[in-house]
């Protein structure tokens, strides 16, 4: 990932709500388990995967705005 692409991610990962911004981080990057997300964040497991499914499909969009068509948000 280039500069401009690493900057462009950042930014789509600040604009996200809070929560589905946490169900991201802690699922993907900290590698926790959904289950592990709920309780981390303290909230139904029903929210961790509407949450995730909102940010992915936030983040790819902001993505694709910006022309990065190759990157992975699943």
């Known amino acids: 990932m280039d500069e401009d692409e690493h900057r462009h ?5 600040a604009e ?3 929560i589905d911004r946490a169900v991201l981080t ?12 709920a ?3 303290d909230v139904p497991l029903g ?3 509407s949450g995730l ?9 902001r993505l694709t ?4 068509t190759g ?4």
Do not use: M
Not at 53 to 61: D, G, I, K, M, P
Not at 65 to 68: F, K, M, R, T, V
Not at 71 to 74: K, P
């Open 53 to 61: 499914h909102r940010a992915r499909h936030a983040l790819r969009e």
């Open 16 to 18: 996200l709500d809070p």
């Open 71 to 74: 990157v992975e948000t699943q």
């Open 47 to 49: 929210t961790v995967k």
């Open 26 to 37: 802690l699922f993907h990057l900290d590698e926790l388990s959904l289950a592990e997300v």
């Open 9 to 13: 991610l950042h930014d789509g990962l």
């Open 39 to 41: 309780e981390v964040l």
């Open 65 to 68: 705005a910006h022309g990065l």
